[in-house]
């Protein structure tokens, strides 16, 4: 998480929701992360609100805001990432080790619901991320700021009737968060 202590405001990194290009825009307008000293955080590099507020109760008096991203094109983000790394992922690698003892980690494959369990956070539509990402910087004094696009892989992955079967199901959470709080049906 990030923050901005003179605005109270303060960003969730779900992972795999253009996070990457995000803090590097927001360390321009000088947002810092949140000091995080308790060890038991198991997600260390995306760790979940409530537990950043646990540490630092005045982060509930924050506006918070984090990027909500389709659930399918999350799934995709993170196959297409192992494929640019030449690891070839299945939608099983997100629930058990292969023969290798390979297995995905709990942060990266975490139900984004995760990040937007606090009444203070506003989800924020990836699918609106330049316009988003631009009006931010626009509130903190920087127009002109231009908008960087990091880590964009251009592997193409099949979508086959398994894989959103799959996704449906383990990011159930998310589809209805979708839908009842931002009114979209992926």
């Known amino acids: 998480m990030l923050f901005h202590k003179p605005t109270k405001t303060a960003f969730v990194m779900p992972p795999k929701n253009g996070t990457t290009s995000l803090v590097t825009f927001l360390r321009k307008l000088d947002f810092r992360f949140v000091p995080n000293k308790k060890f038991q955080i198991t997600n260390l ?82 699918d609106n991320y330049e316009a988003e990402v631009k009006a931010i910087g626009e509130r903190h004094g920087r127009p002109d700021l231009p908008v960087p696009r990091l880590n964009v892989s251009k592997f193409d992955v099949e979508i086959t009737p398994d894989i959103e079967k799959f996704v449906r199901e383990y990011y159930a959470a998310d589809y209805q968060f979708a839908k009842d709080v931002l009114g979209k049906e992926y």
């Open 45 to 126: 590099g995306h760790p979940f609100p409530k537990d950043l507020i646990e540490i630092h109760p005045n982060l509930a008096n924050y506006v918070i805001y984090g990027f909500f991203r389709n659930p399918l094109d999350r799934y995709l983000s993170i196959v297409k990432m192992y494929k640019r790394l030449g690891k070839i992922i299945t939608s099983s690698h997100f629930t058990e080790a292969d023969e290798n003892g390979f297995k995905l980690s709990a942060e990266l494959t975490a139900r984004q619901v995760e990040w937007f369990d606090q009444p203070n956070i506003a989800p924020l539509d990836f």
